[in-house]
């Protein structure tokens, strides 16, 4: 019997992953479907998951949280963060895990001489991959329009500013981690801090994949090159599918049938 898989979100109707996710089941002969599902109260997370006698599940924008909550077994990164992005059932027990921080690790390591990062932005996705960039030695610092999200990196630890206090150092690599530029044209900040901020990067990118956002369009005007969100999207995939089936395939010949979603 074919085991079914889903992405809950709100929304989820623009989701890439359920043709990433069923082209590589089709071209790998793995005998499953992978839908979405709009899911508007967190809360009934897990209730829809068994309802709908799912193997797995990707969870996206804004149910991540909700997603930690509803899981019986936590791997060590997905607790350290408290946010869940993949969903496993084995044995009647749902198994968390992170795959967005990993997806953006594997991202930068196409820029192979970055040590600093900043971030402009400091919201859940921030979080899992600020940890995991400082887990491998990168130097990260956060920058973002407003204080109160800053608490916590400070209390990990981490560099932060907002843009009033903000003094800039040399940043290898500048990252755009908020939703501006998703669904309207601001920048992530005024173009003045902008200018501070990349004077001496190497490169920009932009969580946000599928579309020229205003910060990369604004970083191809000082001559940086720029990459979209979208090996983030595809990486996590990967991991996700790894896990979803039972570590059956290599990442590689996984990441060969699933890139074949973004030339659609
Ligand atoms: P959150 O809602 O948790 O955080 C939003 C962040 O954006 C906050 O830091 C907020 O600042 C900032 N922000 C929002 N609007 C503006 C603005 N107009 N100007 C300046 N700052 C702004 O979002 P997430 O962390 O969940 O998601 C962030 C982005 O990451 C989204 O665009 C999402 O699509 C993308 N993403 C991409 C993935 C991929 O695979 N490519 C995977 C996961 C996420 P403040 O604290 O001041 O409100």
């Known amino acids: 019997m074919k085991q079914l898989f889903a992405i809950f979100g709100n929304p989820v109707v623009h989701s890439k992953s359920p043709l990433m996710h069923n082209l590589a089941f089709k071209r790998l002969k793995y005998p499953a479907c992978y839908t979405r599902y709009l899911l508007r109260d967190g809360e009934r997370l897990r209730e829809a ?47 968390g895990y992170n795959t967005d921080a990993p997806g953006f ?10 040590k600093t990062v900043l971030f402009l932005g400091a919201g859940g996705t921030a979080k899992a991959t600020a940890m ?44 755009n981690m908020t939703s501006a530029g998703l669904e309207n044209d601001f920048l992530p900040a005024p173009e003045e801090i902008l200018e501070k901020a990349v004077s001496s990067s190497m490169a920009c990118i932009d969580v946000i994949y599928g579309k020229n ?22 990486y996590q995939g990967v991991i996700a599918f790894d896990y979803f089936t039972d570590h059956r395939f290599t990442q590689t010949e996984i990441e060969l049938h699933m890139r074949k979603a973004f030339l659609l």
């Open 132 to 175: 995991i960039l400082r887990d491998s030695g990168y130097g990260v610092t956060l920058l973002n329009r407003s204080a109160e999200r800053l608490k916590y990196y400070e209390e990990k630890g981490f560099e932060t500013y907002t843009f009033e206090n903000f003094k800039p150092k040399t940043y290898d690599l500048v990252v």
């Open 49 to 95: 998951f068994f309802s709908l006698g799912l193997k797995g599940a990707n969870v996206t924008v804004p149910h991540k949280e909700a997603a930690f909550k509803a899981c019986d077994v936590l791997d060590h990164f997905a607790q350290k963060v408290g946010a869940v992005n993949t969903i496993v059932e084995r044995g009647g027990k749902l198994y």
């Open 105 to 114: 690790l594997k991202t930068i390591k196409s820029f192979p001489q970055v």
């Open 213 to 234: 956002t205003p910060f990369l369009q604004w970083a191809k005007t000082k001559n940086k090159p720029t990459k979209d969100g979208s090996d983030m999207l595809l």
